[in-house]
């Protein structure tokens, strides 16, 4: 089996493992006892925040812990919205092409009064800095723009996006659930105001999360029922998931210039590969994109059923964002960048980790290129196409 869907999840690293069952067995106390066991408990707990903070930049207050990259997204954005409200700023910007969690709870506030200004994302996957700053009003409270996105991997220009809003004195979240763990993140050198991560998209477990709040941003609790995380997030902390994830990206964080570059030749070969077959596209850009993520559409087929013939082949892959693999709908990302319906149904999302090798690699490129060509050899779209009833649109 070759595993490329990890934008979805990936395995947890046996470090992770290891920390989460000794912590399951050893520390299991409440941490918010005041007796020893408990109080040991609260070290671990601690202990994670400390090290959370120290890899992305911030002060360990600055890190509550959440159930993940969602929850953490949505009381972020909440958050910023009910201070601008009482400040008399109800204008949010943002992307046509963030993930749901994020476009969702905009939809949210907007049936509460919000204006919400989505800026175009170009057909290289990526937001122009100065569209955004065009975009600020005096009465613009939050901007929010992800890090690095879920489907087809196109990098931000975060740091450029982050000094505009210091510059606006505007409030900047980032959706950093792909880039955490996988490239470079400082929320001061960045300058972000609000950080959302997910441990189970670098190699720790399901179900838990951080949001970084710099110091001095009230946050609004989401969850009410008890005091945990200073009162920002009510619910006995889950630190066996806590203490794993801070293990997995402990264990990631030093090298992962190293394994960014391991990724960036398999992803190029992938992508070089794959351009060989007829009337397909990569989307966003070729370069500035993770070093995990291979994103291609190809015309004249349905995503669902090539998905399908590669699993068959034992290759795992998505067509898009697992959040809404059940959706008829072509993805709002492609479409974003200005994939036509038709094209968009026939996308491909390979996201690679570590394991890969190089004999995996052109298994994948082999395997798709023979699926293709038997989906579009009974499909009545590439037949008009061909004979040229239709126009190529790729």
């Known amino acids: ?24 067995n050893d520390d299991y106390g409440n941490p918010s006892s ?3 066991f408990g109080q040991r408990a609260k070290e671990v707990l601690e202990s994670a925040r400390d090290d959370i903070a120290g890899i992305i930049g911030a002060d360990p207050r600055e890190i509550i812990f959440t159930s993940g990259g969602s929850e953490a997204d949505n009381q972020a954005i909440l958050s ?15 992307s046509a092409f963030e993930h749901h969690a994020v476009l969702h709870t905009l939809d949210k506030l907007k049936k509460e009064g919000f204006d919400i200004t989505l800026v175009d994302v170009h057909e290289n996957g990526l937001v122009i800095p100065t569209e955004i700053e065009k975009a600020i009003r005096k009465d613009t409270c939050l901007v929010t723009i992800m890090f690095a996105n879920n489907e087809i991997g196109t990098i931000q220009p975060i740091r450029e996006i982050g000094r505009i809003c210091r510059d606006k004195k505007v409030l900047f979240h980032t959706d950093a659930v792909q880039a955490i763990g996988h490239i470079p993140v400082n929320v001061n050198d960045d300058n972000i105001d609000l950080l959302s991560a997910s441990a189970h998209k670098f190699h720790g477990p ?26 920002l997030r009510a619910g006995t902390e889950n630190v066996p998931g806590i203490a794993a994830m801070a293990a997995a990206l402990k264990e990631a964080a030093p090298r992962i210039n190293e394994t960014a570059a391991y990724l960036a030749k398999k992803r190029d070969r992938l992508i070089a590969g794959l351009k060989e077959i007829p009337h397909c596209a990569v989307n966003g850009d ?11 559409c190809f015309e004249g087929i349905e995503g669902e059923s090539l998905l399908l013939l590669l699993d068959d082949k034992g290759i795992q892959a998505s067509s898009g964002s697992a959040c809404t693999s059940g ?12 994939r036509v319906h038709d094209v968009a149904h026939g996308s ?6 570590e394991d890969i090798s190089d004999e995996d690699v052109e298994y994948i490129i082999s395997s798709v290129k023979e699926v293709v060509t038997y989906l579009r050899s009974f499909s009545p779209i590439w037949r008009d196409l061909e004979a040229g009833l239709k126009e190529h649109i790729l």
């Open 1 to 24: 089996m070759i595993y490329a869907d990890n934008a979805a999840t990936t395995k947890m690293s046996e470090t992770a493992v290891k920390t989460m069952v000794s912590v399951i």
């Open 34 to 36: 005041l007796y020893g």
């Open 80 to 94: 910023a919205a009910q201070l601008g409200k009482k400040n008399g700023k109800m204008h949010i910007v943002s």
């Open 206 to 231: 399901k179900g838990v999360g951080f949001l970084y709040a710099k110091k001095g941003i009230k946050l609004s609790s989401l969850i009410a029922g008890g005091a945990q995380e200073r009162g």
């Open 286 to 296: 070729e370069k500035n994109r993770l070093p995990s993520n291979v994103n291609f």
């Open 327 to 338: 959706s008829l709908d072509p993805s709002h990302v492609l479409l974003a960048i200005g």
């Open 348 to 353: 491909l999302r390979l996201s690679i980790g």
